[in-house]
């Protein structure tokens, strides 16, 4: 009996999280390979600043506003990630975008 209570709420959490993620209009947009927008979560800069070892960068990348964000690098897993956040508010992480380590990663 046991065994078949767990298997029954093992289902009913997986169909659960299959639906909330399956509700129209929910989530990020579809992102370009090496892409993350996060979509509800939040990560204010202050945050970011004071838990994460990074270097500021002097641009973006050419694909965001510099009028709108700013943006910091870190790396890991052989790759440059590339944080955005926006000036706004409390300044939260709006997108990660990541880059092989490769002789001319850095093109901004």
């Known amino acids: 009996m046991k065994r078949t209570t767990l298997l029954a709420a093992s289902a009913l959490a997986w169909a659960a999280t299959a639906a909330l993620a399956s509700v129209p209009g929910e989530g990020p947009p579809p992102a370009a390979e090496g892409t993350t927008y996060l979509g509800g979560a939040e990560m204010t ?5 004071r838990t994460i070892e990074h270097v500021d960068l002097e641009s973006c990348p050419p694909e965001f506003d510099p009028e709108a964000v ?34 001319d990663f850095v093109n901004f």
């Not at 800069?45 to 600043?49: A, D, Q, S, T």
């Not at 700013?70 to 709006?94: I, K, N, W």
Request: hydrophobic letters at 50%.
């Open 45 to 49: 800069y202050e945050l970011f600043e």
């Open 70 to 103: 700013f943006c910091r690098m870190t790396l890991a897993a052989e790759q440059a990630h590339v944080f955005a956040f926006s000036y706004l508010g409390d300044q939260p992480l709006l997108v990660v975008k990541s880059y092989p380590l490769t002789a």
